[in-house]
């Protein structure tokens, strides 16, 4: 029994010894220390020994089994450690690869000016506001003084959305002065950026739908010196200092009196050339004072308050800043027109 025992425990030891996974190791530990294995087999034999030699045989049986253990422990340990050692391996990250690329997108470029806009009119006080593109004809001609006769209401230039021409798609920011002035307590001092859309082909210089910016003030005491000062320092900021500009007359029923703004061809100087189609002027915005009736029509006093607006293109101004010489460039959204920005 004492030859069994030691047999036993060296077989177990040599295959615990040559074990290779976890799983084999269990079976092991079953098949040799387990109820049913062959050491609880042995000393099922105990019974035909002599009471001197059961105790013997009893530390015998306790020693061989601890042995056992200790083998199956130790092999336990070198396995897990191998296994982490293989993981780790196999998982290793090379940093020596090449990264994979983060593409990260970038503002439009039109939005960039638009951003630059903002916050040369937030650093003088005004607030920027925002509002409905599908607008009342009311709103976006009678109440700015636009006549019934104007050409612009006409079918042919404008988008509208009932036969009875009550609601449209607005042609221009202006609107957004009326819903200001019915809205906001004064003095008012905003600019409104958004989409306007027309009837219009497109081509390089044309969009049905493009975006202006409006810009109002109204207090007490707004004189066209306000006008001017404000617009040449906006231009200034935009252009470059020592901008020249011109204020020429011209005409909008919703200002009296009006004009349009050039700054003279910051390319040739003034001498004329493609970028000012030989006029050495490039045309920047429309402005004026605010039309009494316009203020009366949303019960401002115009004896007691006076007012200036302007309104501008967006992709113009951005067409100049960035030389993009097509406005469909603008729109087209290829990534390889925006991605030079
Ligand atoms: N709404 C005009 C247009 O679309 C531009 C404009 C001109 C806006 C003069 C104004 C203004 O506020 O005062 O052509």
Known sequence: MKELMQSLRDAAIRTISETADMETLEAQRVKYLGKKGELTAILRQMGSLSAEERPVMGQLANRVRAEIETALDERRELLSKKLLERKLETEAVDVTLPAKQQRLGHKHPMYNVLDQIKDIFIGMGFE???GPEVELAD?????????????????????YFTPDSRILLRTQTSPMQVHAMETRPLP??????????????????????????????????VTMADLKATLNLVVEKIYGEGTVTRFRPHHFPFTEPSCELDIR?????????PTCKGEGWIEVLGAGMIHPKVLAGCGIDPDVYS??????G??????????????????????RFLEQF
Not at 307 to 312: D, H, I, S, V
């Open 128 to 130: 920027i506001v925002d």
């Open 139 to 159: 709103y976006n001609f009678t109440r700015l003084n636009i006549d019934e006769a104007h050409p612009s209401r006409e079918w042919t230039d404008t988008f």
């Open 188 to 221: 008012i001092r905003i600019i409104a950026p958004g989409r306007v859309y027309r009837k219009d082909e497109v081509d390089a210089t044309h969009s049905p739908m493009f975006h202006q910016i409006e810009g109002m003030v109204v207090d007490k005491g």
């Open 265 to 273: 061809c910051h390319k040739c100087g003034g001498k004329g050339c």
């Open 307 to 312: 007012g200036w607006a302007f309104g501008m």
């Open 314 to 335: 967006l992709e113009r101004l951005a067409m100049g800043e960035y030389k993009i010489n097509d406005l469909r460039l603008i729109f087209e959204n290829d990534k």
